[in-house]
């Protein structure tokens, strides 16, 4: 297998877990994937863009993105920048013949994600978004169980991601607070992951309800001086799949007391399933078909018999984590490069369906009435 070379547009957070992720999957799974040449970094800050190269392994910076789209030695562009220039960078480096990996949410809204759809597929390039979660052992195990009939049918679904790192007015002002840059607030940063999961798990969303709320309007810019929040701090959604299940969705990043509570309970005709983060090594399993004299949640340990969770550790209940998360998520990816094609993992139509319930919400939250989730033919 030819190595791949990566060139990596943000050097910040996502950036930063991007590049362990590919060093990871060498370490873990380099006898089935190829190895990752770390070709080329570039971030708005040249100081994180340099940090790059020193610490993380990447072989040169550069002074804009165009120069890694443009770049004859770049088989795939890795995005992980805000959420408004992920179209722009998308397209031109499919244009240039790129492999592209963005970050999700895909877009600001569901026409640009479904622009981006029809440029992947016109260039029939490999094209990824972030949602890792999905990729997940645990979860994966759960989409395992749905589809071996373990649950039934599913009848309610609730998804919740909580977390309270923007719950102090004290953060200041970036990015994720302003509407133009983000799209929205901890629905799309947030509950784009819980809109995910439940499409992955029970199929798509038909009809939304919703409420959004901001509890800190303004935030102190770099200069000191107090900016407009345009955002939501908390979206709850109350939702309808095709399937007939009924769904709700909590996503904040101001839920005092939760530090990485992404989770989802699944309530079916014959079982249940429930998962949370912050348990991230365990599925929870009911089966109403097991004796009366037995009955109850079973902890199920995640392990290499879980899809996904092989070629890390030997046993059971060793304990993935965040990274690991991450490598997983690059093992797909990297075999798809391999494959030419997404064989597993999500793909740009998944960034695509999560955008179209993501406008409905929107629409729904500012109209108060129950709004039909708009579909593309992709
Ligand atoms: N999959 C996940 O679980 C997950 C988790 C966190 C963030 N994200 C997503 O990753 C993306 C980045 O988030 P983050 O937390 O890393 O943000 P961040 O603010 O930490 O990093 C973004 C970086 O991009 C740089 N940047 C901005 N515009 C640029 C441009 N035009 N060219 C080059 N560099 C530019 C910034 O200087 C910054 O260093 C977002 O879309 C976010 O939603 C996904």
Redesign the pocket.
């Given at each position: 297998m030819e190595a791949v070379r990566v060139g990596l547009?943000?050097?910040?957070?996502?950036?930063k877990?991007h590049s362990i992720a590919y060093r990871n999957a060498a370490m873990l799974f380099g006898h089935e994937v190829p190895a990752v040449d770390a070709v080329v970094v570039?971030?708005?800050?040249p100081a994180?863009a340099e940090r790059a190269v020193r610490d993380w392994g990447w072989s040169r910076s550069v002074g804009?993105?165009q120069e890694v789209t443009a770049s004859d030695e770049v088989d795939v562009v890795d995005i992980?920048?805000?959420?408004d220039?992920?179209v722009d960078?998308a397209l031109d480096a499919f244009a240039r013949g790129k492999h592209v990996l963005c970050?999700?949410?895909l877009a600001l809204d569901a026409d640009s994600a479904y622009q981006l759809c029809q440029a992947a597929a016109a260039s029939g390039r490999v094209a990824q978004v972030?949602?890792?979660?999905r990729q997940w052992p645990a979860v994966a195990m759960a989409r395992k169980l749905i589809d071996e009939g373990a649950i039934g049918q599913v009848r309610t679904a609730r998804s919740q991601f909580l977390l309270d790192y923007n719950g102090n007015p004290d953060i200041p002002m970036?990015?994720?607070f302003d509407r133009v840059r983000a799209g929205s607030g901890a629905l799309?940063?947030v509950g784009s992951?819980c809109i995910d999961l439940l499409q992955y798990l029970v199929g798509p969303i038909a009809h939304v309800s919703s409420r959004m709320q901001t509890f800190i309007h303004q935030r102190k810019n770099h200069d000191g001086s107090l900016v407009d929040v345009t955002v939501d701090d908390q979206t709850e959604i109350l939702a309808d799949f095709e399937s007939g299940a009924s769904g709700t969705i909590l996503a904040s990043w101001a839920g005092t007391g939760h530090k990485c509570d992404l989770g989802f309970e699944l309530i079916g005709s014959r079982g249940s399933v429930t998962f949370s983060w912050e348990h991230s090594n365990e599925l929870r399993f009911y089966d109403s078909t097991d004796a009366a004299d037995r009955q109850g949640y079973r902890t199920i340990l995640v392990g290499p018999a879980h899809p996904g969770g092989d070629g890390i550790h030997t046993v059971a209940a060793q304990g993935l984590g965040y990274t690991d998360a991450f490598a997983i998520a690059a093992r797909n990816t990297l075999r798809n490069l391999t494959a030419g094609r997404v064989v597993s993992g999500p793909t740009f139509v998944d960034g695509l369906r999560v955008a179209e319930v993501t406008d409905a919400v929107i629409a729904a939250a500012a109209s108060g009435s129950r709004v039909a989730v708009t579909r593309r033919m992709v």
């Open positions: 547009v943000g050097a910040g957070f996502m950036g877990i570039t971030d708005f800050d994180l804009s993105w992980c920048t805000p959420n220039n992920h960078i970050e999700k949410p972030g949602f890792v979660y970036s990015w994720r799309g940063d992951h």
